[in-house]
């Protein structure tokens, strides 16, 4: 890895940790200490590592950054969904959510500051893509939001700002890191990571050595509809999506999740449910139906209650595998990027 002056000491994996270590004339044990200290401790200075000699203290404190992020307000829901908005180090502001599900503390990770899909539908994609966040960025939104939380988060999922895909680098070694038994520990089973459907991606996706979860973000059936709400479907449309989802089940033997939210008007039918169910025949997937979060940068509104149900239950008639998500943090707008757009536009009146 190139050490880059005052890099994040995060940005490194365990294996960069151990060959820098050993590269300045140390014990590997010291790589070991350091990340139990990062990890385990979640010091917020490195003179906090108190089991380390003074003269890797001082190399430390020469080469990394430690707090690659600072606290800028949150928003908490009547459900217990808490939405966190950070500041990083040069300015731009990246948003993190923790959600209270049945199975445990689930938190949802920003990968970019900003986003090129340009979703219509999203507020995330009104605001264009500035850069990508590092590993280190991505993993030191779940130690602070544990700590602001002061609860273990046990589940994560790579599906806020951003597309992880186009940050593919960067998110690998994120997910090597909060995988690793001195890491964070998160089992690959419990992380998710979301995207818009970038074909090639996924199809390297589906030889990745940890059995994290794949969801793929469809939201229709049939080019037509896709395309209005999703541009990326011009350079991949439901057909490649549909086979490079079949290539991965194929290669990881795994099930893939297809992540669809529902819109009234646009993407609800019976007629579009039972599309989908015919495009989904034979794969090996589940569908996640989720109530569509209103933003105020999109005219789209989401599905009547009685709709989605009906949606819900053409879907099963079919015999496909699906979820109605329950609808969390709409009353502190929970969808991606809107606490971020209304702070900015507030900061700029």
Same mark, same amino acid.
């Given at each position: ?27 590997? *044990? ?60 040069? &300015? ?11 199975? &445990? ?49 046990? *589940?994560?999922?790579?599906? &806020? ?85 079949? *290539? *991965? ?101």
């Amino acid at each position: 890895m190139d050490m880059g002056e005052n890099m994040l000491i995060y940005d490194l994996s365990y294996e960069d940790l151990s060959q820098y270590i050993l590269s300045k004339g140390f014990k590997r *044990y010291r790589a070991n200490q350091i990340f139990e200290w990062l990890y385990r401790h979640r010091v917020k200075s490195f003179d906090e590592m108190t089991n380390l000699p003074t003269e890797i203290i001082t190399m430390l404190e020469s080469e990394f950054k430690l707090n690659p992020l600072e606290f800028v307000l949150r928003h908490q829901a009547s459900d217990g969904t808490l939405k966190c908005l950070y500041q990083l180090h040069d &300015g731009h502001l990246i948003e993190t959510v923790l959600m209270d599900q049945h199975y &445990g503390k689930s938190v949802c990770v920003t990968t970019q500051v900003g986003c090129n899909i340009g979703c219509s539908f999203c507020a995330s994609g009104q605001l264009k893509k500035k850069r990508d966040l590092t590993s280190g960025e991505i993993i030191a939104q779940i130690i602070e939001t544990e700590r602001i939380a002061k609860e273990r988060i046990a *589940y994560v999922v790579v599906m &806020g700002i951003g597309e992880p895909f186009d940050n593919y680098q960067h998110l690998k070694t994120f997910l090597m890191t909060i995988n690793h038994p001195k890491g964070l520990a998160i089992g690959a089973r419990h992380i998710t990571v979301s995207t818009s459907g970038i074909v090639p991606k996924i199809k390297e996706y589906a030889h990745f050595p940890l059995q994290v979860n794949l969801a793929v973000s469809l939201h229709a059936p049939n080019d037509v509809i896709r395309t209005s709400l999703m541009k990326i479907n011009k350079r991949y449309p439901v057909g490649e999506v549909l086979d490079a989802i079949r *290539y *991965y089940i194929e290669h990881a033997r795994r099930r893939v999740t297809i992540e669809y939210i529902l819109i009234d008007g646009i993407n609800d039918s019976v007629d579009v449910a039972t599309e989908l169910a015919s495009r989904l025949k034979g794969l090996n997937v589940y569908v996640n139906l989720i109530p569509y979060n209103e933003v105020i940068e999109a005219p789209y509104r989401r599905s009547p209650r009685e709709q989605m149900v009906l949606f819900y239950d053409t879907l099963k008639k079919h015999h496909v595998q699906v979820t109605l998500r329950k609808e969390q943090g709409h009353d502190i707008n929970a969808a991606c990027g809107q606490l971020r757009s209304t702070h900015l536009k507030e900061e700029s009146v």
